[in-house]
């Protein structure tokens, strides 16, 4: 179970230099959602790790908790940022040439 901490200072920053209690809500449900699938990824490639075999002192299995902590502390600078850019990013993605080398 992952917790999302709603008091982190990127998403009360990003929040607050929103206009309007509409678009503060936005924000909070893109950082909602964006930190949901990062973490769900996250959780996925642990649990993937962790059956393949890592046991025993000072391995993955023993860091989980301390693993998950940081990926969500990381995450939370750069998850408001790509929620508001990817439209764009998708956009201009479909209307350039694809180079194939």
């Given at each position: 179970m992952y917790?999302?901490?709603?008091?982190?200072?990127?998403?009360?920053?990003?929040?607050?230099?929103?206009?309007?209690?509409?678009?503060?809500?936005?924000?909070?449900?893109?950082?909602?959602?964006?930190?949901?699938?990062?973490?769900l990824g996250?959780?996925?490639?642990?649990?993937?790790?962790?059956?393949?075999?890592?046991?025993?002192?000072?391995t993955l299995?023993?860091?989980?908790?301390?693993?998950?902590?940081?990926?969500?502390?990381?995450?939370?600078?750069?998850?408001?940022?790509?929620?508001?850019?990817?439209?764009?990013?998708?956009?201009?993605?479909?209307?350039?040439?694809?180079?194939?080398?």
């Open positions: 917790k999302i901490n709603y008091d982190n200072s990127y998403h009360l920053r990003y929040r607050q230099g929103q206009r309007g209690d509409v678009l503060r809500d936005v924000v909070s449900q893109k950082y909602i959602i964006g930190m949901r699938l990062l973490l996250i959780e996925h490639a642990l649990i993937q790790a962790k059956n393949e075999g890592a046991q025993g002192e000072g299995v023993d860091m989980l908790d301390e693993i998950r902590r940081l990926a969500a502390r990381g995450a939370a600078s750069t998850v408001l940022a790509v929620a508001d850019h990817l439209p764009k990013i998708m956009e201009n993605a479909n209307f350039q040439p694809q180079v194939v080398e």
